[in-house]
Nanobody, 116 residues
């Protein structure tokens, strides 16, 4: 089973920025739609944004809280998928995951903590 790998999480102050990345072995993500999710403490996992193979993005209907602040992107080679997060708020604290639905692959998740 393919294991995706997220990186770039950490502790940031409110108003700060983080850029998460998602990769797969052998550059496998190049040909698959990738989706970013997050799971806040004590809450269910929520879908944020789709990134297609051309780098076009589509926010989930449940992602109104991050629109205008978060951006999905795909690197030039197509093998890395990014989640750029700006103007972070304490309520953005969560474990962030990337997912390739066709591969049925998930990453292990990366912690993002927004705190003064």
């Amino acid at each position: 089973q393919v294991q995706l790998v997220e990186s770039g999480g950490g502790l940031v102050q409110p108003g700060g920025s983080l850029n998460l990345s998602c990769t797969a072995p052998g550059g496998l993500l190049k040909t698959y739609v990738t989706v970013w999710y997050r799971q806040p403490p004590g809450k269910e996992r929520e879908r944020l944004i789709y990134v297609n193979t051309s780098g076009q993005t589509l926010f989930s209907t449940s992602a109104d809280a991050v629109k205008g602040r978060f951006t999905g992107a795909r690197g030039d080679a197509g093998t890395t998928v990014w989640l750029q997060m700006n103007d972070l708020k304490p309520e953005d604290t969560a474990i962030y995951f990337c997912h390739a639905p066709i591969l049925e692959a998930w990453g292990q998740g990366v912690q993002v903590t927004v705190s003064p």
